[in-house]
C-alpha cells in the first residue's frame, strides 16, 4: 500500500491552490519560500512546472511538492572517464553530444509526514518512484533517458538520492569544481546527480515477457 497514491492526490501546484492550501514546511526556508512565492512566475514564464500531493482526508494539507522542467546531459563537457562510464551503456553507433533529461528543479516533503507509518515506507520514495514512472510511461510525449537534479550538498540529501538509485554525474567534489570553474576552496553547495531510466523500462521490459 502507498500512503502517497491511495490516501492523496496529485494536483498542479498554481495560484488557486495555494490559495486554498495551507503553507507548505519542508524544513527548507528557501524551498518553502519558493513554494510559497516563486512558483507562481516560474511556471507563467514556462521554467518549470510544479506539482504536488494534498491529502485527501484534509486537502488544504500538502504532503510533498516538486518542480520539473526539461534539461540534457551534455557529455561534451564532462571529463573523458565520466562521458564513458554515461555512454558506455547506450549502444549506438555514433555518440551523442547530448542526452535528454528531465531535471527535478526543487522537491520536498511535509515536515510532518516524512514518514509514513501505515505502509513503512517513506513519502520521500514514494514520491521518487512516482516521479520516474512518469518518465518511463509509454504515454511520455518526449524521449527521455535521464532524471537529474542538482541536490544540496548535504549528508541527509545526498543520502536520500543515492538511496532512490541516482549516481553522481562527476567523480568528485575537485572534478565538479572544475567544471564550475570554481576555486579549490570553494564550497560546493550542490551536487549533479543522475538516475538512468532505461534501469526501470528493462525490468517492466522483462515482467511483460
Ligand atoms: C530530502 C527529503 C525529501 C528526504 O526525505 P527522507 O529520505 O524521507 O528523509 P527524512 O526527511 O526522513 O530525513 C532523513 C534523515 O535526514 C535528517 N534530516 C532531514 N532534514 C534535515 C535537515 N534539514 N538537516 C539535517 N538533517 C536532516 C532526518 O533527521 C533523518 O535522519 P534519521 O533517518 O536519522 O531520522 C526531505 O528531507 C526533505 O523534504 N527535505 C527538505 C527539502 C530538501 O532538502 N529537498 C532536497 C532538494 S535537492
Known amino acids: 500500500m502507498s500512503f502517497l497514491l491511495d490516501k492523496c ?4 501546484f498554481n495560484n488557486s491552490l495555494l490559495d486554498f492550501c495551507l503553507p507548505f514546511d519542508c524544513g527548507n526556508d ?6 510559497a512565492k516563486d512558483i507562481i512566475n516560474y511556471s507563467a514564464q514556462l521554467l518549470g512546472k510544479s506539482y504536488c ?4 482526508d484534509d486537502p488544504r494539507i500538502i504532503i510533498c511538492a516538486f518542480t520539473i522542467s526539461n534539461d540534457s546531459i551534455k557529455t561534451i563537457n564532462l571529463p573523458n572517464g565520466r562521458k564513458k562510464k554515461l555512454t558506455k551503456v547506450i549502444p549506438r553507433d555514433k555518440q551523442m553530444r547530448s542526452y535528454p533529461a528531465v531535471l527535478i528543479g526543487r522537491l520536498g516533503v511535509n515536515k510532518f509526514y516524512r514518514k509514513d507509518l501505515v505502509g513503512n515506507q517513506r513519502v520521500a520514495y514514494q514520491l521518487m ?3 520516474k514512472s512518469w518518465f518511463v510511461d509509454e504515454k511520455n510525449k518526449t524521449g527521455c533517458r535521464f532524471i537529474v ?13 543515492e538511496k532512490n538509485g541516482f549516481l553522481m554525474l562527476f567523480g568528485s567534489e575537485t572534478q565538479e569544481k572544475e567544471y564550475y570553474e570554481l576555486d579549490a576552496h570553494d564550497l560546493l553547495s550542490t551536487r549533479l546527480m ?3 531510466l532505461i534501469l526501470l523500462q528493462s525490468t517492466s521490459k ?3 515477457n
Do not use: H, Q, R
Open 9 to 12: 492526490t496529485l494536483k498542479v
Open 30 to 35: 528557501d524551498l518553502n519560500e519558493f513554494f
Open 53 to 56: 500531493f494534498t491529502l485527501d
Open 129 to 131: 518512484d512516482f516521479i
Open 149 to 161: 537534479v542538482d541536490a544540496y550538498n548535504e549528508s541527509y540529501v545526498i543520502n536520500y538520492y
Open 194 to 196: 543522475y538516475f538512468d
Open 206 to 208: 522483462l515482467s511483460e
